[in-house]
């Protein structure tokens, strides 16, 4: 049976006001209440690409949104498993992958926000982020030391930077930035994929001990695990202050992977179904003239 409605099937995971959020209270292996079997979520998967390459067809032909999709989540969570899976229907000349990795020369010469900006999705486009400007409220927070080499005046409009006035001010910076992309025409959904610390270690373990996945090892991933609750107070903080319902959060369960994608996948679907996007009506005129191009055609 496919899903009926995506949007009542993601609502347990979609955070659009963020006063009373806690982390606490979302589960990483949780199915949120969905009686579901792996080979079910599977097959309402493939369901879901079909239906995502339809509505993709849509957005391109109406031409007037566009959706960007943020991704963020701590090592092996499978931001990168997730883009697969999920966008593999698509056709790949109306969506536009972009990582983020730590900022070049020419990135920290400008604000934290530049090379998201110059990265957007055009109307008609979905963008994927994987990685972005979140990561200046989270790793960026976690290890204040990165700001150094950002080289903000201290004696500027923002307050001291590292300060807690200063996190407040880029996560503000950041909630209205996103206000002015929703008003502009850009779907904006951030997804959290929210992993648990014992299967973020079964998997690092597993890239040990399995020749296959050694490339995918770093051993700074497995520093990072030290600072694992400084991450989670920044994740939260940081869907804390920008959840909106034209940006919603959506904190996905990820400890099992294929949950991680069926949700994703219909918490897009859900957005852009409320897009309620529409193919081009064509004028009374055009109407006429695609009439006399029929006829020019079959005299020719
Ligand atoms: P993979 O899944 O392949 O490991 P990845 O996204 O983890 O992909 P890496 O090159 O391993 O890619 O890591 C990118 C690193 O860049 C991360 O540690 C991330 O925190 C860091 N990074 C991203 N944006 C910023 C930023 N604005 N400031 C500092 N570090 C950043
Ligand atoms: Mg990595």
Redesign the pocket.
């Known amino acids: 049976m496919p899903i009926a409605s995506p949007a009542a099937f993601v609502a347990p995971f979609r955070i659009t006001d963020g006063r009373h959020f806690r982390l606490a209270d979302h589960a990483p292996d949780s199915l949120g209440g969905h009686d579901l079997s792996k080979d079910e979520g599977k097959a309402l998967l493939e369901e879901g690409k079909v239906r995502l390459k339809a509505m993709q067809e849509r957005l391109y032909a109406a031409d007037s949104w566009s959706v960007l999709l943020i991704l963020q989540a701590m090592?092996a969570a499978g931001?990168?498993s997730t883009i697969e899976h999920v966008m593999s229907g698509v056709n790949p000349q109306g969506c536009q992958v972009h990582?983020?990795?730590?900022?070049s020369a020419e990135e920290l010469d400008h604000d934290?926000l530049w090379r998201s900006v110059k990265a957007l999705p055009e109307r008609g486009r979905i963008g994927i982020h994987?990685?972005s400007?979140y990561?200046?409220v989270?790793?960026?927070r976690v290890?204040p030391d990165?700001l150094a080499g950002q080289r903000l005046p201290g004696n500027g409009v923002g307050r001291k930077p590292g300060s807690a006035k200063f996190w407040a001010e880029r996560l503000e910076s950041i909630a209205d930035h996103e206000r002015h992309l929703a008003r502009s025409g850009t779907a904006v959904l951030k997804f959290f994929l929210h992993v648990s610390k014992e299967e973020q270690k079964k998997r690092q373990l597993e890239r040990i001990d399995d020749p296959k996945k050694n490339w995918?090892f770093?051993a700074?991933?497995v520093e990072?695990r030290a600072h694992w609750d400084a991450y989670m107070a920044a994740y939260e903080d940081a869907i804390r202050a920008t959840a909106a319902p034209h940006a919603p959060w959506y904190v996905i369960p990820a400890d099992r992977k294929w949950f991680m994608r069926l949700a994703v996948m219909q918490a897009i679907l859900a957005e852009m179904e409320a897009l309620a996007l529409e193919f081009p009506k064509l004028s009374a005129d055009a109407v006429a003239r695609l009439g006399e191009a029929r006829t020019t055609l079959l005299a020719s």
Request: charged share 45%; aromatic share 16%.
């Open positions: 090592d931001k990168d990582s983020f990795k730590a900022p934290f994987n990685r400007y990561e200046e989270l790793v960026v290890h990165f995918k770093n700074r991933d990072e």
